[in-house]
């Protein structure tokens, strides 16, 4: 008679090696002669957690004729793209991203089409927004970097670095400085020349790191306000003639357009002169003639972009010149670590700015990015935190409450804890910080919401037919 000690071994001894096979073996299956035995992966007992919210289409689930294939991350984290990570629409709306998918449908062809993207630090040096605008670009057209201010808080966009000689920079939000007005460009800022005695001048150039699209253009677009002055802008690249332009004088907001069919493989430099007074200058865009752009706008430390903080009429005065046809807001990170009960005064806030919003561009459709997942260290490990669900539902509520789109970023990412996961997967999706994605997971969600994108509209656009 076998004893029961003797079973306990046995089995623990025959677990030894199926662990042992389990996670040696490579190949999911061992031949043996004829036979093959086929081994589980932890992904086939684990299934990764598969998040797809249908609340657009009604009752026609179009995600069936979506490509779909799977994109292993690590060896236990899978990011599933067999399914749509929806885009909601508030209930009993059929689609209010429709003014935008209808401006594709009958202007991509005539002229570009721009998305403003504001976010947090979450999308700072074009984290996110790059790949969106790749991606929406390969579907349906366009070029080019995006707006650019002349400087910002971090070190620039990957796609677009700027140097500057004779500039002085203000913005809105997170700064105590104090700015001569508050006519500051939509991007948060504004620039003044130190010396108005000397030329200002900067150059732009790329980096290894830009995406192809991001490298060729068409026209360059300066936005400013002369100061009812005129002054000169030189454009030069090597083995190209120079451009030379003149401002208008007038007190009202200007943008220069100035054709320039090139790339980014030889810096192009800007020198304006002439000013005796100083302007405000807002930025360049690197655009082509038509299709799609994405302009990444990210304000560090903020909560919300503050819009109110800006003279409204300038604000709208620039944007009627830019043909904006969707909004991205993503914000909210500054407010998972004042851990509350209850936020009602941030939806309150976000409501109150999407009105403002509306406002200024009437004619664009809005898209609010909710919270992504965070983790914070606690009893030993680490865990999201536990305030992310109501800050998430108040973003949604004050979207829906304006007729505003919305996209689950958390549960796009797995849900709750799924920080954990981005941070230890191979190679890292997320920061150690737990807070912001590295550039591979800001690759993956720009990708996501490109495909959310993509498919809302096929889904509004069959509904039309």
């Known amino acids: 008679m076998i004893k029961p000690f003797t079973v306990v071994k046995i089995l623990l001894l025959l677990g030894l090696i199926w662990g042992l096979i389990f996670s040696l073996n490579t190949l999911n299956e061992i031949q043996l002669g004829s036979f093959t035995l086929k081994i589980p992966t932890l992904e086939s007992i684990i299934k990764a957690q598969k998040f797809s919210v249908n609340t657009y289409p009604p009752s026609s689930n179009k995600s069936k004729n ?16 067999l399914e749509v990570d929806w885009i909601q629409h508030p209930p009993n709306n059929q689609n209010v991203l429709f003014s935008f998918y209808h401006k594709i449908k009958t202007e991509k062809s005539k002229e570009i089409i721009r998305i403003l993207h504001f976010g ?5 040096g074009d984290r996110i927004s790059s790949v969106l605008r790749e991606e929406l670009q390969k579907i349906w057209g366009g070029s080019g970097t995006g ?10 966009k990957p796609s677009a670095q700027i140097q500057l000689n004779n500039w002085q920079k203000h913005q809105w939000f997170n700064s105590k400085q104090n700015a001569p007005h508050n006519l500051y460009g939509f991007t948060g800022y504004f620039h003044q020349l130190q010396n108005t005695l000397n030329p200002g001048i900067f150059s732009v150039k790329t980096s290894g790191f830009a995406l192809p699209k991001s490298l060729h253009f068409k026209n360059i677009k300066l936005l400013f306000n002369s100061k009812n002055q005129e002054f000169n802008c030189i454009v030069e690249q090597k083995n190209k003639a120079s451009i030379s332009q003149n401002s208008l004088a007038t007190e009202e907001v200007q943008l220069l357009t100035i054709p320039f069919l090139s790339n980014l493989k030889q810096n192009v430099s800007f020198t304006l002169s002439g000013a005796t007074n100083n302007i405000d200058f807002y930025g360049i865009s690197l655009d082509s003639d038509t299709g799609i752009t994405v302009d990444n706008i990210p304000m560090r430390g903020s909560s919300y972009i503050n819009v109110s903080k800006a003279n409204f009429k300038n604000l709208k005065h620039q944007l009627d010149y830019l043909n904006v046809g969707l909004i991205i807001y993503q914000f909210g990170i500054n407010v998972v670590p004042n851990i509350l009960s209850n936020y009602d005064f941030y939806e309150k806030m976000v409501f109150n700015e999407l009105v403002l919003l509306k406002k200024l561009v009437p004619n664009a459709a809005i898209l609010v990015i909710g919270i992504s997942d965070m983790s914070y260290f606690t009893n030993e490990q680490y865990q999201s935190y536990p305030n992310l669900e109501l800050i998430k539902q108040a973003q949604k509520n004050a979207a829906f409450a304006n007729n505003c789109a919305f996209w689950d970023l958390q549960e796009v990412m797995g849900g709750t804890n799924s920080m954990v996961d981005w941070v230890n997967a191979q190679p890292p999706l997320a920061q150690p910080d737990h807070a912001h994605f590295s550039p591979a997971g800001a690759k993956i969600i720009g990708k996501k919401l490109a495909q959310a994108i993509e498919q809302d509209y096929k889904d509004y656009m069959s509904l039309q037919e």
């Open 66 to 81: 979506v490509n779909k294939a799977n994109t292993k991350i690590s060896g236990k984290f899978v990011v599933d793209s």
């Open 147 to 156: 707006f650019l201010p002349l400087s910002e808080n971090n070190l620039g």
């Open 120 to 124: 947090d630090s979450q999308i700072e």
